[in-house]
């Protein structure tokens, strides 16, 4: 896929609009709990979008990090997470097209895990079949080990900073899509919370904060 000169994608300035619509996708209605509903992407505003208090680096001040194989698995072992990667985008009708149950999904507009920036892989917590795959990312704690496998046969670690549940309402995208640009940073997303059958969907994500092992 194309990218600019500094490493990034020409679709980074809008994956902070497009986030809330991912999770949706991982986590909305169809009346199936952690549901496989999706979401309209909307489209990409002419100027990039007001630039959150914690400004990351100019384009000029980013180095230009290595280009990385795509992943095909992630793990947290100890909270016996393992599972494969799919990449997900939006579809000719520009709507978001969630991750099959039994695989996570991995939003290829952003960095590949182990690159700069942001990676953010989401998961289904369960079906009415049972649990799906991230079915466990609640039990995950700081200070845990995430491997990530590529396409390539390599891998990138991670180590757990901070787990936090949020309502679906408020979702901090800032600090998902946020924080330094000169280093990888991984998130792992699903649903939580309460599952509102008037909705459709759980009133909460649990979203996983990981940095370099």
């Not at 079949?129 to 700081?142: E, I, K, N, S, T």
């Not at 408020?170 to 990888?184: C, H, K, N």
Request: proline letters at 12%; hydrophobic letters at 40%.
């Amino acid at each position: 896929m194309h990218r600019t000169r500094d490493g990034r994608r020409p679709g980074r300035v809008a994956a902070v609009a497009v986030l809330a619509l991912l999770l949706a996708a991982a986590c909305g209605g169809g009346g199936d709990p952690s549901g496989a509903g999706t979401a309209t992407a909307p489209a990409a505003p002419a100027a990039p979008p007001a630039a959150p208090a914690s400004e990351p680096p100019t384009p000029s001040a980013v180095p230009v990090a290595e280009q990385l194989a795509d992943p095909v698995a992630v793990a947290v072992p100890a909270a016996g997470i393992d599972t494969n990667v799919v990449p997900i985008a939006v579809d000719g009708d520009n709507v978001l097209v969630p991750p099959p149950y039994g695989d996570a999904g991995w939003w290829q507009a952003g960095p590949e895990p182990g690159e700069n920036g942001a990676a953010v892989i989401a998961g289904h917590l369960d079906n009415r079949d049972g649990p799906d795959v991230f079915y466990r990312l609640g039990d995950v704690a700081p200070g845990d080990e995430i491997i990530v496998a590529r396409a390539d046969g390599g891998t990138s670690a991670f180590r757990v900073v901070e787990v936090g549940q949020y309502s679906q309402d408020e979702f901090p995208t800032d600090a998902v899509y946020g924080g330094p640009d000169d280093r990888p940073l991984l998130r792992l997303i699903t649903c939580g919370g309460e599952y509102d059958r008037e909705l459709g969907r759980y009133r909460d994500n649990v979203v996983v904060f990981a940095e370099p092992a």
